[in-house]
């Protein structure tokens, strides 16, 4: 079984550009969480999803930053006109159910904004 | 909502030491708490966690966790650290809807 996939594991941004960061849930997995993690800090909560869903988006910044988790296919978090603050390690985590209490991580993107 | 304090960014033993890692968390519902460790570059891998029931909780690696509802605390626990078990490790706490917070990471170093 699977665990949690995110690809790419590493990006490279200029200033302005956009960033795409997908995650792909554990097989039965049907909601997605989205994770930032500064150099040297902790994980900080920006989203949560189900399928075609927003559950909790109240860590999310309110501009530039989005996210979609389609009925089909990987969830997306998308930044646009990236800066480089948005450098840091994005990491996805999946659970089967709202109650289950446990997440699974994947291995995370590192963005890296020029 | 809930909110996580570990208390101590570094801790430093010795290899064979006790390791204890402090973790205080608030919550206004009944929490479900856990311990992930981060190795360098890599994602978080679940040590151990409590739910309900024992609150004395087992997880992988020799580590373990006591709930304490009482000091609202979930401190982590190996009788003798490896060299191996250098890395981040980071307390976290959910309600029922799967809110998860993490503290702010504590990293271990385990000196030879």
């Known amino acids: 079984n699977a665990g949690v996939m995110q690809n790419p594991r590493h990006l490279v941004r200029r200033r302005g550009q956009e960033a795409r960061l997908r995650c792909s849930p554990m097989k039965g997995h049907s909601h997605v969480y989205w994770y930032r993690q500064l150099p040297e800090e902790g994980l900080k909560f920006m989203v949560y999803l189900q399928k075609e869903n927003i559950i909790d988006e109240s860590g999310m910044p309110k501009e530039r930053f989005s996210a979609e988790f389609p009925k089909e296919g990987p969830s997306i978090l998308r930044i646009q006109q990236v800066v480089r603050g948005d450098s840091a390690a994005y990491f996805c985590?999946?659970?089967?159910?709202?109650?289950?209490?446990?997440?699974?991580f994947g291995p995370g993107t590192r963005l890296t904004v020029l | 909502a809930q909110s996580v304090t570990q208390l101590g960014s570094h801790v430093s033993v010795s290899e064979g030491a006790l390791v204890l890692l402090r973790c205080n968390y608030s919550?206004?519902?009944?929490?479900?708490l856990f311990w992930y460790v981060q190795y360098p570059n890599q994602g978080l891998q679940l040590l151990l966690k409590?739910?309900?029931?024992?609150?004395l909780v087992k997880g992988i690696n020799g580590f373990e966790a006591e709930f304490k509802k009482s000091e609202t605390s979930f401190h982590l626990t190996k009788p003798s650290a490896h060299m191996s078990d250098a890395a981040e490790y980071f307390c976290?706490?959910?309600?029922?809807?799967?809110?998860?917070?993490f503290g702010a990471g504590t990293r271990l170093t385990v000196k030879p």
């Open positions: 919550s206004s519902v009944p929490p479900y």
């Open positions: 976290a706490v959910s309600g029922n809807n799967n809110d998860m917070r």
């Open positions: 409590y739910t309900t029931g024992a609150t």
């Open positions: 985590a999946s659970s089967p159910d709202r109650s289950s209490g446990t997440q699974y």
